[in-house]
């Protein structure tokens, strides 16, 4: 079956401009995360969805970063005023039930660069 | 705050070599650890999962250890191929139901040299 998908594949915005980053995730999966990946390091968690709740937002760099899943499925990550500190890799993972034993699903990322 | 570490950061090796690669995690009380291979450009593919309660996982040339008490665990591959040039990360998940999200290390990239 088709797995996590992520578009745009690659961003490049100004300085000061926002984004929105989509994550579709494996169909039926409850869990949503999102991960940030900086060049050379390993992913760093931002976000945890179970459905449409947030439930952990607390690796959240800044109230500049802002994420939704309003209906349980697709979910957005927005980055407002993008700095260049926000250049990374964002990954998205899913996976199918919350809290016991689970395996996450990443999808390709999205390159971010901003200029 | 759960630590991962990776060592070594980077390894080159020939063909057909075997090598092992280590990870090693500050808090022992972990749900389960896994390890990632991610090849340049693209996503995280899962290796190998292994329970707390458990001490090694196999899959094909691939061996996974997990010793919960000493916070280490190894990968280790046999006869290595230029196919299995990547980076390959470790991420553990903490025991606490409420710590859903992975802390991963900061990877070993792995040049397995034709």
């Known amino acids: 079956g088709a797995g996590v998908s992520q578009s745009p594949r690659y961003k490049v915005a100004k300085r000061g401009q926002d984004v929105a980053l989509r994550c579709d995730p494996i169909?039926?999966?409850?869990?949503l995360f999102w991960y940030q990946q900086a060049l050379g390091q390993g992913p760093e968690f931002l976000t945890y969805?179970?459905?449409?709740?947030?439930?952990?937002k607390s690796g959240l760099p800044s109230d500049r970063f802002f994420a939704e899943r309003p209906e349980g499925s697709v979910s957005t990550l927005k980055i407002q005023r993008t700095q260049q500190e926000d250049s990374a890799v964002y990954l998205c993972?899913?996976?199918?039930?919350?809290?016991?034993?689970?395996?996450?699903?990443f999808g390709p990322g999205t390159r971010l660069t901003v200029t | 705050k759960q630590e991962v570490t990776q060592i070594p950061a980077a390894l080159s090796v020939p063909e057909g070599e075997n090598l092992v690669l280590n990870c090693s995690f500050t808090d022992s009380a972990i749900y389960n650890l896994q390890w990632f291979r991610q090849d340049p450009g693209k996503g995280l593919t899962s290796l190998l999962l292994i329970q707390s309660s458990q001490r090694e996982q196999t899959s094909g040339r691939l061996n996974a250890s997990l010793d919960k008490s000493s916070g280490r665990s190894t990968l280790y591959i046999a006869a290595s191929q230029p196919g299995d040039s990547a980076t390959y990360l470790c991420?553990?998940?903490?025991?606490?139901?409420?710590?859903?999200?992975?802390?991963f290390g900061s990877g070993t990239r792995l040049q397995v040299q034709p």
């Open positions: 991420a553990v998940r903490h025991m606490d139901t409420g710590r859903r999200a992975l802390t």
């Open positions: 993972a899913s996976s199918l039930i919350p809290g016991t034993v689970y395996e996450q699903y």
């Open positions: 969805f179970q459905n449409e709740a947030q439930l952990d």
């Open positions: 169909s039926g999966h409850v869990s």
